[in-house]
């Protein structure tokens, strides 16, 4: 397969054999420091997908390449120069902040492992924060925390699920601009599943529009727009969820 970011084959996931699958032959190719997005309403199969791109659920149909790395046959490779956050997999609710942090460098074998943890904890604000116990934070508080974790390997591909969908207005614009810096500073890919059309329409260059575990449309944000007769990418996600017929011929 291709040396892309990411490279999927009619990736297909079949939790039930009596029912639709979760997702439902995608098949897409996402550049190198690309950021794209992946859109779709509840139970469209994001998390589905990304969980599969991880290697964490093996799909029922298909491949999937990251990084080059075949994900079924030598994943291990690739999982290295990745990462992820997602706000379905908790951190270690017992040990602290900074524990947790460390763990995951170990993980990762990260070079110089304090100064980086000590790096993210000045760029995600989480100085008061590391002493803590990770289950006793808030739910915004562990987001930036699933950040840290995130990026702690500096990874070349990342793969975002609602990475501010529990922020604050201010937390979440300053989270875009770190990961927008970081992006610009590493090169690195980014997939990004995201309720927040804002938040997509400012990061990412393409979306895929996902429902019922297939991609319905795709195309940057703007060409979206402009496709659907539409102001915002908000109206284009409305328009593709209830069904409504595009106000521009394509
Ligand atoms: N472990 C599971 N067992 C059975 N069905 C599942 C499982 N996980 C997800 N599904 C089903 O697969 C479909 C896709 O779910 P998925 O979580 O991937 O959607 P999503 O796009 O991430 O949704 P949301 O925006 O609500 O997070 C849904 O119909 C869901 O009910």
């Known amino acids: 397969m291709s040396s892309d970011a990411i490279h999927a084959e009619a990736l297909t996931k079949r939790y039930r054999t009596d029912g639709p699958p979760a997702v439902d032959g995608l098949t897409f190719r996402m550049p190198r420091g690309a950021t794209w997005g992946l859109l779709g309403g509840n139970g469209a199969g994001k998390t589905t997908t990304i969980a599969m791109l991880l290697g964490l659920l093996v799909p029922s149909g298909g491949r999937v390449a990251c990084l080059g790395h075949d994900m079924a046959r030598d994943r291990f490779e690739a999982l290295a120069r990745m990462n992820f956050s997602s706000p379905y997999i908790a951190l270690p609710a017992r040990i602290s902040v900074a524990e947790n942090l460390r763990v995951y460098a170990h993980l990762y074998d990260v070079p110089q ?92 260059g393409h979306v895929l529009m996902l429902k019922q575990g297939r991609v319905v449309d795709e195309g940057s944000p703007a060409a979206l727009v402009a496709k659907y007769g539409r102001e915002d990418l908000e109206q284009v996600f409305l328009d593709i969820a209830r069904g409504r017929q595009r106000a521009v011929a394509a």
């Open 113 to 204: 492992a304090e100064r980086r943890i000590a790096q993210l904890a000045e760029e995600l604000q989480l100085g008061e924060l590391l002493d803590r116990p990770a289950g006793e934070l808030s739910a915004g508080q562990k987001t930036r925390v699933a950040l840290a974790k995130a990026l702690i390997n500096q990874p070349e591909l990342l793969l975002l699920d609602e990475p501010t969908a529990s922020l604050d207005p201010d937390t979440g614009d300053w989270v875009r601009s770190l990961l927008e810096r970081y992006r610009a500073e590493s090169g690195c890919a980014i997939l990004l599943a995201s309720h927040n059309m804002a938040e997509v329409e400012r990061l990412c």
